[in-house]
T-cell receptor, first 115, second 108 residues
Framework: DAGITQSPRHKVTETGTPVTLRCHQT?????MYWYRQDPGHGLRLIHY???????DKGEVSDGYSVSRSKTEDFLLTLESATSSQTSVYFC??????????????FGQGTRLTVV | GQQLNQSPQSMFIQEGEDVSMNCTSS?????WLWYKQDPGEGPVLLIA?????ELTSNGRLTAQFGITRKDSFLNISASIPSDVGIYFC????????FGTGTRLQVFP
């Protein structure tokens, strides 16, 4: 299995509180991604990173921020959690992107509930 | 943004039947990927396609990269109960974009 760990695996938080999810990899892969998965919407890209301190927005980035201060960690922060951010969040890693394709590996997911 | 239209949304089939699903886009892509997600797990890569017209098999799974580079197809032959899950198409342009998924249920 690819060395990718998400923490926490489950979290319940109150509306308006900040929340940070962590993705840690031991593969030294350049690309890291954060997705949310909701019924009927598949996997939607929130943010991604193509290197340390290099990040870009995905299709559903509003209300989320990310940071990547070292290769192995990619943090996703909900600045002020809302009920619409209740979802399952997946992190993925990939050695290359674009034309230089390699397989993307996924973490086990984090189930976040905002009450 | 880029959008991958995947169909059907769900399928309910009997064990032993063949399955077909497809993914289309208005944009051209150089790589098409097919993933499967088991309940409670993250998606896992099944097949990767690199060239227009390419047909690739992985056991009972066969996928094709459409000649226009705007679509791809996945077929599963002789389905079995462990084929249950959600199947996603995806494209990789730095932004790894996924389709909305096809949920497959297999009944004995």
């Amino acid at each position: 299995d690819a060395g990718i760990t998400q923490s926490p695996r489950h979290k319940v938080t109150e509306t308006g509180t900040p929340v940070t999810l962590r993705c840690h990899q031991t593969e030294n892969h350049r690309y890291m991604y954060w997705y949310r998965q909701d019924p009927g919407h598949g996997l939607r890209l929130i943010h991604y990173s193509y290197g340390v301190k290099d990040t870009d927005k995905g299709e559903v980035s509003d209300g989320y921020s990310v940071s990547r201060s070292k290769t192995e960690d990619f943090l996703l922060t909900l600045e002020s959690a809302t009920s619409s951010q209740t979802s399952v969040y997946f992190c993925a890693i990939s050695a290359t992107g674009g034309k230089g394709y390699t397989e993307a590996f996924f973490g086990q997911g984090t189930r976040l509930t905002v009450v | 943004g880029q959008q991958l239209n995947q169909s059907p949304q769900s399928m309910f089939i009997q064990e032993g039947e063949d399955v077909s699903m497809n993914c289309t886009s208005s944009s051209i892509f150089n790589t098409w990927l097919w993933y499967k997600q088991d309940p409670g797990e993250g998606p896992v890569l099944l097949i990767a396609l690199y060239k227009a017209g390419e047909l690739t098999s992985n056991g009972r799974l066969t996928a094709q990269f459409g000649i226009t580079r705007k679509d791809s197809f996945l077929n599963i032959s002789a389905s079995i109960p462990s084929d249950v899950g959600i199947y996603f198409c995806a494209v990789n342009t730095d932004k790894l974009i996924f389709g909305t998924g096809t949920r497959l249920q297999v009944f004995p």
